[in-house]
Nanobody, 124 residues
Framework: QVQLVESGGGLVQAGGSLRLSCAAS????????PGWFRQPPGKEREFVAG????????YYADAVKGRFTISRDNAKNMVYLQMNSLKPEDTAVYYC?????????????????WGQGTQVTVSS
């Protein structure tokens, strides 16, 4: 069992930065691969960033590539999403999730545990 709690969301102007954090509980956290998803208003949940269990493979959606960075700190049971050069279209609820190692990184159904989400609003 893994529990995830996101933090760090808020209101920011276009061009600004935010760093989302995801605190994980559970002794098995390090055996899972983390990812970030987002759900814009009125739209379906979409993949943002993911990494494999050991952090060697890292993947980004085209819309955020070059602006967002995913990282993890297993010693602290934390996952992060650094978001730079934010745009109004990045406005969404952002979710942290974890999936078993080796499963598809961009597929929501592959993720077994989810956080409650944190709101990010980017004003123009």
């Amino acid at each position: 069992q893994v529990q995830l709690v996101e933090s760090g969301g808020g209101l920011v102007q276009a061009g600004g930065s935010l760093r989302l954090s995801c605190a994980a509980s559970g002794r098995t956290f390090s055996s899972y691969a983390p990812g970030w998803f987002r759900q814009p208003p009125g739209k379906e949940r979409e993949f943002v960033a993911g990494m494999n269990r050991y952090g060697v493979g890292i993947y980004y959606a085209d819309a955020v590539k070059g602006r967002f960075t995913i990282s993890r700190d297993n010693a602290k049971n934390m996952v992060y999403l650094q978001m730079n050069s934010l745009k109004p279209e990045d406005t969404a609820v952002y979710y942290c999730a974890v999936r078993p190692a080796g499963s598809a990184y961009a597929t929501p159904n592959a993720y077994h545990y989810w956080g409650q989400g944190t709101q990010v609003t980017v004003s123009s």
